[in-house]
């Protein structure tokens, strides 16, 4: 047969009209670039600024007062919390509510006066390296601008000599500043999120193009009955898949592993079924396995890029961390990288427990909801 330009143009038309009646589709098609420009180009900072941090003031008077307010005024620091009591500075800080602590030790003015340069400590969250890298250059620098107006009449003379007092800074939960410490753990809650929402996605769409969905809704099980039978074996996959990804990141990356391991595999299996349940939930939406797999894309990306995961929390708008909020990767994150670096106990965890249990129940009650008895 010869080639036929007018075939291949009736074709080609075909094709547009079933594109335009694919409304789905087309709208990934155009909302997944859209998407990435928007994150990458308004979301996405690798300076963060405005880091919570706590001041611990064993010292008032106005020389902790004038560090206080180049804490401030810098860009780099929110003061979110001054108190006189060390422990509980450092408390907020293992429970994530704040990022640095500064502590500015007992007899510290008497020790400037007297040209003994005492030390300003400063302690970072350091679970993720990459997040105050920059805070902590910029509180180094603090050292020769932040006494400077009260360095007058007999102290004058300090003014113009070495910084008053020296900066020390101390890493905590990954003082070596290991990016693996941080990366290899953030990796099991996106390989999860891929998997599982991947595999649960094709499950009723699989049944529709295969033919089987008739005989799927003429059984005698109510639609809470198919969820769980569906969603059921891949919580056994998700709990393969965590072990050898805890096993590697224990012996091959040596990710120090301090917490409950107990408390973690409770956090793992309720984060498994919160992505299961989206997965499913995709299922019940999509009309064919390629839709789903495309909304599997529109949901992973988000996870990936808000969720603290690739790029520091902290340092996005407040707009995006509302929406990372709401992202189960991002409350998993804080989980493991919390059991494992910070030995962190339930109550610890369950500011980032409970939201995944919420989210687990509304994406199970949505998919019930959108399950249909019909064809159509």
């Not at 592993?257 to 595999?265: H, N, R, T, V, W």
């Not at 707009?319 to 990372?324: E, F, H, M, N, V």
Request: charged letters at 15%.
């Amino acid at each position: 047969m010869n080639f036929s330009l007018r075939r291949a143009w009736a074709i080609l038309v075909k094709e547009f009209l079933q594109m335009r009646r694919d409304r789905l589709t087309l709208g990934m098609v155009v909302g997944v670039p859209l998407m990435q420009l928007f994150l990458f180009g308004f979301a996405i900072n690798l300076n963060p600024k405005d880091l919570p941090a706590a001041v611990a003031i064993s010292d008032p008077g106005p020389f902790a007062r004038s560090i206080v307010a180049a804490l401030s005024n810098s860009s780099y620091f929110k003061i979110v919390e001054q108190t006189n009591d060390p422990v509980h500075a450092r408390r907020l800080l293992q429970e994530g509510k704040v990022v640095f602590v500064v502590e500015i030790p007992p007899n510290f003015s008497r020790d400037i006066v007297r040209g003994q340069r005492p030390d300003l400590l400063i302690e970072a969250d350091a679970t993720d390296p990459a997040a105050g890298s920059y805070a902590l250059a910029a509180f180094n620098q603090l050292a020769a601008t932040a006494l400077r107006d009260d360095l007058v009449g007999p102290l004058a003379g300090r003014a113009q000599g070495p910084p008053p007092f020296n900066s020390v800074s101390h890493l905590l939960y990954n003082p070596e500043s290991n990016t693996q410490y941080n990366i290899v753990p953030g990796l099991l809650a996106i390989i999860l999120t891929m998997t599982m929402v991947l595999m649960t996605c094709l499950a009723l769409t699989r049944e529709r193009e295969r033919g089987t969905y008739e005989n799927l809704i003429a059984m005698p099980a109510t639609p809470l009955e198919i969820m769980i039978g569906k969603i059921a074996p891949n919580i056994a996959v998700g709990a393969v898949q965590s072990v050898i990804i805890l096993l590697m990141a224990r012996f091959a990356f040596h990710v120090p592993m301090i917490g409950s391991l107990g408390l973690l595999a409770g956090a793992l299996a309720i984060y498994v079924i919160a992505n299961l349940a989206v997965g499913y939930t995709f299922s019940t939406i999509a009309q064919s396995q390629l839709q789903a797999m495309q909304m599997t894309t529109f949901f992973l990306l988000p996870a990936i890029l808000l969720s603290g995961f690739a790029f520091p929390f902290m340092g996005m708008p407040v707009w995006a961390q509302w929406i990372g909020e709401v992202l189960p990767a991002t409350h998993f994150l804080r989980i493991i990288r919390g059991v494992l670096l910070k030995d962190n106990g339930f109550a610890e965890s369950w500011p980032d427990i409970w939201p995944l249990l919420l989210f687990t129940v509304t994406m199970g009650s949505i998919a019930l909801l959108r399950f249909r008895r019909t064809l159509d």
